[in-house]
């Protein structure tokens, strides 16, 4: 193992909470695209007056809201062009795009540098729809100008190495914020987010925080996890044998409640509006009996799951095809979700036994173990001998073998057996070239082969970690460095992510194109390379 494993696993194993600093808290914008420009939002996102949906609604007002709302009353030349004058008129366009090309071939060194181009300073409350936070944070990059929940985490990773310690601080106390303000961690933190959340990461990156300060952080975070998980579990009261799902939450023919994703809106995303309009319109041109508003349901869950899209949330056609006309999120009980909720109930867990809050440990201990017992009856798939995600509406798993059954393993919820054979499962069916593909199946999508994505590297690599794999997590290790290193040599930057299958293909796939930057991808990488120096090291001194 690694120099840090010690510390890292200490406190993964008693808890995950942080310090909150005294900070001027800015006001939270509530307001939508659609609430806030009306007509103006329709018209300018319908006419493609920009290629990209996201680039109108992140654009900031330069006058008052309803003044632009009157002007565009006025406005006569509603033509595509018309619209583009009104809004260069009106709004400022986004930050252009980072094109950060690296000025040296050290990408330990690149990556350094980059931190203070992709961090955001502390903002002052305006109109549009950013939603403004008491302390710095970092974006991942490109098109993605906010700070993004479950990339943070993986950013964490390298600002770690790099000895970002107030960084981490200020994004985890940021997170903390928007779950004590807005009940939860959106997305991001734009307006448009607010329906749907990500992958609950929030308790690993106070274990992040945990090892920095020390144990005692985590009391100080113990209501933001709480209210996180309450947040997840919203509902489990109502379910019943008649009534197995609502919003997050979904009861199993055996009475278990494990969770799923959601979006509590049914219409199309602001950020990806033409886009939708025009997968939803060809669905149900193609099969006039799907309904509008539960597809838009099934995208933005998906978009929740930070895999948007896969073949993960897609129903097969009969000849084994994927089209996104197939989506049905809701209907799915995700591996990952349920071993991050799994996770997060050991650390309140653990929490409350440093504590001495007999109920509460006792409360979050059976919610754990209720849990495990549940993933294991319903998420393993002896056939597959892999966890896999669960179809309620056909009450089996889903056919798609994916890295996310690594949480699993990154959480240590399977036996001794199952996660030897997980791990054989895995390397047969998931590990290529340049690092793990996030599914086998080639579909177009970007979360499908032949896309390798570096949180999913390290979910992987810290799942074989757990069963003693580690001759097989060297391997993906290796792969992705060099993928990441070869990339870097040819563009001087890294890049979102990367099609590990074809070594000299760059990625692809999906709404947008491959975005440079790149948080996590900085953060997976710097974290993970100065480990394998470290292995690497220590062989070296064994041999002499």
């Keep these: ?20 600093e005294t900070v001027q808290t800015p006001e939270i914008t509530v307001d939508t695209p659609e609430q806030l420009y009306g007509d103006l939002f329709y018209a300018v996102q319908t006419a493609e007056v920009f ?12 006058v008052p809201v309803a003044e632009i709302q009157k002007a565009f009353e006025q406005w006569e030349d509603r033509s595509e062009e018309g619209l583009r004058k009104f809004v260069d008129q009106y709004f400022e366009l986004p930050t252009p795009q980072l094109d950060f090309k690296s000025d040296t071939l050290a990408i330990e060194t690149h990556i350094k540098k980059l931190w203070s181009f992709l961090k955001r300073e502390q903002q002052t409350p305006k109109s549009g729809t950013l939603i403004a936070l008491p302390n ?38 940021n997170f903390a914020y ?3 303000t807005v009940g939860f961690v959106p997305n991001a933190n734009r307006t448009y987010y607010n329906t749907r959340s990500q992958p609950p990461f929030f308790a690993l990156m106070v274990g992040i925080l945990a090892e920095e300060k020390g144990i005692e952080v985590w009391s100080q975070y113990k209501e933001a996890l709480e209210q996180e998980y309450a947040f997840w579990m919203d509902g489990t009261e109502k379910l019943s044998e008649e009534n197995p799902m609502h919003r997050r939450v979904v009861r199993m023919p055996d009475g278990s409640i494990l969770n799923r994703y959601w979006d509590d809106s049914d219409t199309p995303r602001a950020e990806s509006y033409r886009e939708d309009i025009a997968t939803v319109a060809a669905a149900v041109a193609e099969n006039p009996t ?11 869950a998906g978009a929740e799951s930070g895999w948007d899209f896969s073949s993960r949330w897609i129903r097969p056609d009969e000849d084994g095809m994927f089209p996104l006309k197939n989506i049905h ?34 409360f979050y201990f059976k919610r754990s173990q209720d849990r495990l017992s549940a993933v294991r009856t319903y998420l393993w798939s002896e056939d597959q001998k892999f966890f896999m995600d669960y179809d309620t509406s056909v009450n089996t798993h889903t056919p798609v073998i994916s890295v996310a059954g690594m949480y699993a393993l990154a959480f240590y919820m399977g036996t001794v057996q199952q996660g030897a054979a997980a791990a054989k499962t895995f390397e047969k069916e998931l590990l290529k070239a340049g690092g ?9 999508q970007q979360w499908d082969a032949p896309n390798g994505w570096a949180p999913l590297q390290w979910m992987s690599i810290r799942g074989l970690r757990q069963y003693n794999q580690f001759e097989l997590a060297d391997q993906v290790t290796q792969r992705w460095l060099n993928r990441n290193r070869d990339v870097f040599q040819q563009e001087l930057k890294l890049v979102e992510k990367y099609d590990v299958m074809d070594l ?15 948080g996590w991808t900085n953060g997976v990488f710097q974290r993970l390379n100065a480990e394998f120096k470290f292995q690497k090291s220590n062989k070296e001194k064994k041999g002499n």
């Design 1 to 20: 193992m690694f120099q840090l494993s010690k510390k890292y696993w200490f406190f993964i194993c008693i808890g995950m909470l942080s310090c909150t």
């Design 51 to 62: 290629p990209d949906s996201k680039t109108f609604v992140d654009q900031e007002p330069k």
């Design 136 to 173: 710095p944070y970092v974006v991942p990059g490109g098109r993605f100008r906010e700070v993004y929940y479950w990339d943070s985490y993986f950013t964490m990773l390298g600002l770690q190495q790099d000895d970002e310690v107030e960084t981490i601080q200020h994004i985890v106390d």
């Design 178 to 180: 928007l779950i004590k």
């Design 290 to 300: 799907i309904e509008s508003s539960i597809m838009y349901r099934h995208l933005r």
């Design 329 to 362: 999120t809701t209907d799915i009980v995700p591996i990952d979700l349920n071993a991050l909720l799994f996770h997060l109930e050991q650390r309140l867990t653990l929490v409350y036994h440093i504590e001495q809050n007999i109920d509460k440990k006792a």
């Design 436 to 444: 793990v593909v996030s599914t086998p199946h080639q579909t177009g």
């Design 504 to 518: 000299n293909r760059p990625a692809g796939g999906g709404e947008y194109p491959n975005q440079d930057g790149f």
